[in-house]
Structures are given as C-alpha cells and as structure tokens.
C-alpha cells in the first residue's frame, strides 16, 4: 500500500471518527476501545460515530515556539474545541487573527495540509478548525 493511500485510510483523521457507548451514549473521540463510564459494559458495545464537524472554541493559545515540523507556520493559534457532541478536540485554528479569537467563538472542521511525510515530498493532510461566520 502506498503512503498516501495509507493516510487517507486513517478515518478519524478526516471525516471525524469516533465511537458512541451504546449504553450509556457517551461520544468519544479519538476512538476508544473501552467507555471510561461503562468499563465493562462496553466492550462489544462501541459503535462508530461521525461528528458533525462543529462546535465552539472553549479555549486557545498563539504558538511562537514549534516543533521542528511546524517552524513554516508560526505563529499560529491553537484551540481546545468543545464539539456539539460534548466531545473536546484539540487542533489549529486558520483563516482568523488572533486578536479576533474569543472563547465561545463558533468553529467547524476543515481539511487542511498538516506537513510532508519524506524528503519525496508525500504531502498529508488533516483536520483543522475555521471559524463559522
């Protein structure tokens, strides 16, 4: 299988994958094998669930100091996102300035290029958020 094909495979990457306890109907996201809440009761019992790609920012920081991968994009914004199925996610936040960032602000997921794999170039992508209005 060729790397780029690889990464696509990679469901919650981009279309928002999780998991949702049948019985007590939590939402989890990345997926889980177990339910924190059910422990056992779970098992057997998580069923794929994909998010609906929005939510609002709960709370964010501007990134001066990267990892080596992301020195292109600094500085960039970094949100903590409370998703519409009580599930928080962490990711970028692109497409606003900083100073007009505020908790509460309304954001969906898009997909956008995260980085290169090799030296050859391969290119992959991900989720990242947006905001709404």
């Not at 989890?28 to 609906?52: A, D, K, M, Q, T």
């Not at 609002?56 to 600094?74: G, L, S, W």
Request: proline share 8%; aromatic share 10%; charged share 30%.
């Amino acid at each position: 299988m060729n790397i780029p094909r690889l990464w696509r495979e990679i469901r919650q990457r981009y279309q928002g994958i999780g998991v949702e306890c049948e019985p007590c109907g939590r939402v989890y996201f990345p997926p889980r094998e177990v339910c924190p809440h059910c422990r056992r009761g779970s098992i057997g019992n998580l069923n794929e669930y994909e998010l609906g790609g929005k939510g609002k920012v709960v709370t964010y920081t501007q990134v001066h100091e990267p990892m080596e991968d992301y020195k292109m994009m600094v500085p960039y914004i970094m949100v903590i996102v409370e998703m519409d199925e009580d599930v928080r996610m962490t990711g970028q936040l692109v497409d606003v300035e900083y100073e007009d960032v505020e908790p509460g602000m309304e954001v969906e997921v898009t997909i956008r290029r995260l980085g290169e794999e090799s030296p050859s170039g391969i290119i992959y992508y991900g989720y990242k958020f947006r905001p709404t209005r």
